[in-house]
Nanobody, 115 residues
Framework: QVQLVESGGGLVQPGGSLRLSCVVS????????MGWRRQAPEKQREFVAG???????RYADSVKGRFTISRDNAKNIVYLQMNSLEPEDTAVYYC?????????WGQGTQVTVSS
């Protein structure tokens, strides 16, 4: 079993910053991929950022230059630093990891950007 627990969401004003964390626990040998997706109300879940075990990263065009994904392999944590937040970034953010040939998901953390 693999468990993912996200934290760091909340309410922030436009232009503000938040850092999301996702702690992965359980039984696994490696995590080739760790990433974040988000789902806004009445919209489909969309890719935000991903990072490979080689530290190669990829971002959605909408967050490039504002968001940074990183991982701590010793602690099995993936982070998402979000700067210059916009109201359009409001969504539930989900962590996901690929390990043991399976993709696992966290429960999600709410991010609300509003004045």
């Amino acid at each position: 079993q693999v468990q993912l627990v996200e934290s760091g969401g909340g309410l922030v004003q436009p232009g503000g910053s938040l850092r999301l964390s996702c702690v992965v626990s359980g039984s696994f040998s490696s995590m080739p991929f760790m990433g974040w997706r988000r789902q806004a109300p009445e919209k489909q879940r969309e890719f935000v950022a991903g990072i490979l075990s080689t530290n190669t990263t990829r971002y959605a065009d909408s967050v490039k230059g504002r968001f940074t994904i990183s991982r701590d392999n010793a602690k099995n944590i993936v982070y998402l630093q979000m700067n210059s937040l916009e109201p359009e970034d409001t969504a539930v953010y989900y962590c996901n990891v690929l390990t043991n040939g399976v993709t696992y998901w966290g429960q999600g953390t709410q991010v609300t950007v509003s004045s």
